[in-house]
């Protein structure tokens, strides 16, 4: 069984800092690429930011020179570093990864975590 288990989130000022961190763990063959989304109250959930394997990456606009994703192959992890906060960044954020259960899979199962709140004070 396979869970995505996110930390970091928590209540910021404006123009403050967090660092969002999410480990796949239990049993699979590889993780494929990996993403952060959030969602706000009363909205859809976006996509934030993602990264592949080999470290290319991709942002939403709103986040581009303010965030970075990152990941730590050998650990399973993917990291969300957020500057420059404001309070349009407050919102649950999701980890998301696709992952292979074992190496004779045909594709990928895609697998969400358990969200964690960010909060950004004015």
């Known amino acids: 069984q396979v869970q995505l288990v996110e930390s970091g989130g928590g209540l910021v000022q404006a123009g403050g800092s967090l660092r969002l961190s999410c480990v796949a763990r239990g049993s699979f063959y590889d993780v494929n690429a990996m993403a952060w989304y959030r969602q706000a109250p009363g909205k859809q959930r976006d996509l934030v930011a993602r990264?592949?394997?080999?470290?290319?990456?991709d942002y939403e606009d709103s986040v581009k020179g303010r965030f970075t994703i990152s990941r730590d192959n050998a650990k399973n992890t993917v990291y969300l570093q957020m500057d420059s906060l404001t309070p349009e960044d407050t919102a649950v954020y999701y980890c998301?990864?696709?992952?292979?259960?074992?190496?004779?899979?045909?594709?990928?199962?895609?697998?969400w975590g358990q969200g964690t709140q960010v909060t950004v004070s004015s």
């Open positions: 990264i592949t394997v080999s470290g290319t990456t």
């Open positions: 998301n990864a696709l992952i292979w259960p074992a190496r004779t899979t045909i594709r990928p199962n895609g697998y």
